[in-house]
């Protein structure tokens, strides 16, 4: 039988041949009580209302675990920017995200069958059962939030994106680690937000009880960065090369898919691509 350190290490190994840019462990009561996971239930998901403006029914929420889950293995792939198409949406999800789903499911398999260990694979969004992957790479020890408010690794920057899958046993945690670039940072990200979603700090610490908040110190508005990615969407209906009633159904799909419901009866007539801001990712120096 394996110890959870040489289980950590085969998975970690296998990810990476299957594709996987980086790849980690963390524990899931220790993920269990990261700071996205314990400000979910208080500030809720309502992307469109500051926190404190968001009504009790929005908020105690939380995710919802698997009984028998014991470690998240994370994965990353690195989403180069020389190949900016990893990250359009298609209204299926990204070409990036499709790696990502394929290598869980293929580590998955190999897993279950190598050890005989369950396996769980939490869907990407909150609200339809996932985790908050942030929180999880960090602990795995793939990298750290920066004052982007986005993961920031050594040799990638914030240019990656992650996925994880649980399993129902003890593998030995590969983080958190000591690194923090951002101390001695001029903070070019903050400076190229089009919206100037960094300009205010929006979340207490004193408030939430928590002293690791949103771009680190609670200065990201996830209101107003929501703002420019409505927008985005906005300019790929504008780009679809149709008539309004071509437009409308795009708009229909993105929304369909936002609400968690699609209508598997209608097939798509119409391609779009809403191509979301990067510029915080892309400016980061780290990683160059």
């Not at 299957?18 to 500030?43: C, E, F, M, N, W």
């Not at 960094?198 to 110190?217: I, R």
Request: proline share 7%.
């Amino acid at each position: 039988m394996l110890s959870p350190a040489e289980l950590t290490e085969k998975i970690i190994s296998k990810a990476t041949s299957l594709g996987a840019t980086v790849a980690g462990v963390a524990s899931v009561d220790t993920l269990k009580q990261s700071p996205s996971h314990r400000i979910y239930p208080i500030i809720g998901l309502d992307l469109d209302k500051r926190w404190p403006e968001v009504g009790n029914d929005a908020r105690n929420e939380s995710v919802a675990w698997p009984e028998d889950a014991k470690s998240a293995v994370v994965i990353g792939v690195e989403h180069n920017p020389a190949e900016p198409e990893l990250d359009w949406w298609d209204g299926k999800g990204t070409p990036g995200n499709r790696i990502l789903i394929r290598i869980a499911k293929e580590l998955s398999v190999w897993i279950e069958n190598s050890f005989t260990v369950r396996t769980h694979k939490p869907p990407y969004m909150i609200e339809k059962g996932g985790l908050f992957l942030k929180d999880a790479a960090v602990l795995a020890g793939l990298g750290c939030i920066g004052r982007n408010n986005l993961v920031v690794t050594p040799d990638y920057g914030p240019r990656i994106r992650f996925r994880a899958l649980l399993l129902g046993c003890e593998a030995e945690p590969t983080g958190p680690r000591d690194f923090n670039p951002c101390i001695d940072c001029k903070q070019p990200c903050r400076r190229v937000c089009p919206i100037k979603a960094f300009e205010q700090k929006v979340f207490s610490s004193k408030a939430l009880n928590l002293s690791k908040l949103p771009g680190t110190e609670g200065t990201y508005d996830r209101v107003t960065c929501n703002v420019k990615m409505n927008q985005d969407i906005v300019n790929a209906i504008d780009a679809v090369p149709s008539g309004q009633k071509e437009k409308h159904e795009a708009r229909l799909a993105i929304d369909g898919f936002e609400d968690g419901f699609r209508n598997k009866s209608q097939k798509a007539v119409v391609d779009y691509c809403v191509k979301y801001c990067r510029r915080c990712e892309l400016v980061c120096p780290v990683g160059k």
